[in-house]
């Protein structure tokens, strides 16, 4: 079972040499105020604020900051996770890559009702209408994808956009073709939406890439971690509100989904 107060610890201890780190908080609501403000800050349109229970949204919903589970597995993490659980890995944008940790994936974890209440639901037609065509690194022949508009997602993607088209010719090949944005599917092998339902994703091209699912795991269970994307073309991403897939132990080098909300400082 994962307890709050003593994951904090082993965690810590744990990503210190590899660069990351686990957020240091609580079920104490003065210790998620630094977090809660980060998703305030990322989607003022859509979120009113937050008080010692839950995140308010602007349509008057309250998403609870705890389930008063403290006693989740890894699994019940990513299943049916609370506000509070989305922060639980603290993402190191910036860093080198390398192999995280066991089960440590920034990002990964997220409230659905929450993600709902900024892009819409796909399976109800409410994101379909808000995507937009943009040009994907022109300069280096990628064509066009489709994005959200939802929360500026599309502005940030232009921009990424149009940084890694400065890079050199050499970085075409990681970038062109992409392998997709908007999907309204679930994560494969599990009931979960995945970011690309809301429009907010996109996967660079699966030649060199690499996937955790695609990976048979060791004797002991363990996935051997692997990464062939140049820190230039996550950088920018990060750059830029994007989380990389590839920070997690659960890797998929390919993706990059928009969550200012875990790269702000």
Known sequence: MIRRAPVVLILAALLSASGARAENFGRNPAELKPVL????????????GFDAGALILKNGERL??????????????????????????????????????????PGRI??????RALY??????????????????????????????????DKALEAV????DKLPASFRKYLVPSAGTYNCRAIAKTSRMSMHAYGAAIDLNT????YWQWQKPDAAGHIKWSNRIPK???DIFERHGFIWGGRWYHYDTMHFEYRPEMLAR
């Not at 030649?207 to 690499?210: F, G």
Request: proline fraction near 8%; aromatic fraction near 8%.
């Open 161 to 164: 956009s149009r940084d890694l």
């Open 37 to 48: 403000q980060r998703l305030v800050d990322a989607y003022p349109g859509t979120i009113a």
């Open 120 to 153: 819409g639901d796909c399976q109800k037609g409410e994101v379909a209408g808000k995507l937009r065509r943009i040009a994907w690194v022109p300069g280096h022949g990628g064509g066009k994808v489709s994005v959200t508009t939802a929360q500026g997602a």
């Open 207 to 210: 030649k060199y890439t690499a």
């Open 64 to 105: 609870p900051l705890s389930d008063g589970d403290e006693g989740k597995s890894f699994e019940q993490m990513l299943d049916r996770p609370d506000i509070g659980d989305m922060f639980a890995f603290a993402y190191p944008a910036g860093a080198e890559a390398a192999p995280p940790p066991e089960n440590f994936d």
């Open 110 to 115: 997220r409230v659905e009702a929450l993600f």
């Open 232 to 234: 230039e073309i996550v």
